[in-house]
C-alpha cells in the first residue's frame, strides 16, 4: 500500500486539513501518515484562531516515520508560522527524491487570512523551490507572486514557476463565471486547461481534497496529467454530493 506524509493542522469540525487528508488518502487505498502542524479553533464558518505545534516536535515526528516507513509523497497543507514552514522544508531537503503536493493555504474559506507577508516570504523561499506540484488558488497565487488581481492567469503560473516548482495547478474557484477554470503550467507553459460547472453554494475543504487527492494518485504511480484528471473528478463529485455539518460553508462527501 502505496504511504503519503501530510503535514497538516488539526480541524475541529472534521471538515478540512488531517482529518481530509486521511479520508482522502483512504478513498484511494493509499496509508496517510499524518504530523501536525498547528492546532485551530474552527468551525464550518471560519478559523478563528491559529495554535502553532513546536518545530522540533515536527522534526522528531517525521524523522521517525522516514526511519520506519517507505514514504511515497509527502503533502502539505496549512503551515501556521514560520517555524513550521522551516521545519518542513529541512525535512523536504533531506528527501529530495520524493514528490512534494503542497495546497498554499493563506486563508480560510471566508477569505479570512491564515498567513503573515513574513510567513508567506518563507513559503517563496523555503517550500516553494521543492514543490512538485503547487495548487493553489487565484488569490492564493497572487498572494505568492505580488501581481495584481487584473493580471493573466498565465502571468500568474509562469512567475509561480520561476520560484522553482515544477508544476503548478491554479484552480479558478474564486473568479467570476459560471465556469471554474482550472490551469496546469510547467516548463514555462501552460500543459492542460480543464473547465468544470461551478456548484451552489460555499465549501470547506475542497482544497485540501484537491491537493491529497492528486498526492494519493502520484503515491500510485500515475503520471501527472492523469492525476490533475483523476483527482479534479473526483473533487468534482465530493462537491457535488456535499452535505451540510454545521452552519457555515458545506462539507465535501470525499467517501462516495
Not at 491537493?211 to 473528478?233: D, R, S
Request: include cysteine; charge should be negative; aromatic fraction near 4%.
Amino acid at each position: 500500500m502505496p504511504t503519503v506524509l501530510c503535514f497538516s493542522c488539526h480541524d475541529p469540525s472534521g471538515g478540512a486539513g488531517v482529518q481530509s487528508d486521511i479520508e482522502v488518502l483512504t478513498h484511494f487505498n493509499c496509508h496517510p501518515c499524518s504530523v501536525l502542524t498547528c492546532l485551530t479553533v474552527q468551525d464550518s464558518s471560519t478559523v478563528h484562531k491559529l495554535i502553532p505545534l513546536n518545530p522540533n516536535g515536527i522534526i522528531e515526528q517525521a524523522t521517525v516515520l522516514f526511519d520506519d516507513i517507505a514514504i511515497d509523497v509527502i503533502k502539505i497543507g496549512l503551515t501556521g508560522s514560520v517555524e513550521c514552514v522551516e521545519a518542513i522544508a529541512d525535512i523536504i531537503q533531506q528527501h529530495p527524491n520524493i514528490p512534494v503536493i503542497f495546497d498554499p493555504v493563506l486563508a480560510s474559506g471566508d477569505g479570512t487570512s491564515l498567513a503573515s507577508n513574513q510567513l508567506i516570504e518563507s513559503i517563496k523561499k523555503r517550500l516553494l523551490p521543492f514543490v512538485t506540484v503547487l495548487t493553489p488558488n487565484t488569490l492564493e497565487a497572487r498572494q505568492l507572486t505580488g501581481l495584481s488581481s487584473d493580471v493573466s492567469v498565465e502571468l500568474l503560473g509562469q512567475r509561480l514557476l520561476d520560484t522553482g516548482v515544477d508544476y503548478a495547478l491554479i484552480t479558478g474557484g474564486h473568479e467570476h463565471g459560471n465556469s471554474i477554470i482550472n490551469t496546469l503550467f510547467h516548463n514555462g507553459q501552460t500543459i492542460e486547461q480543464n473547465s468544470w460547472e461551478r456548484l451552489v453554494g460555499e465549501f470547506h475543504g475542497s482544497g485540501c481534497t484537491l491537493a491529497t487527492a492528486i498526492a494519493a494518485q502520484f503515491a500510485l504511480g500515475k503520471p501527472i496529467i492523469e492525476a490533475v484528471q483523476v483527482a479534479q473528478h473526483y473533487t468534482d463529485n465530493a462537491l457535488k454530493n456535499a452535505v451540510q455539518i454545521g452552519k457555515g460553508q458545506l462539507f465535501p462527501k470525499r467517501t462516495t
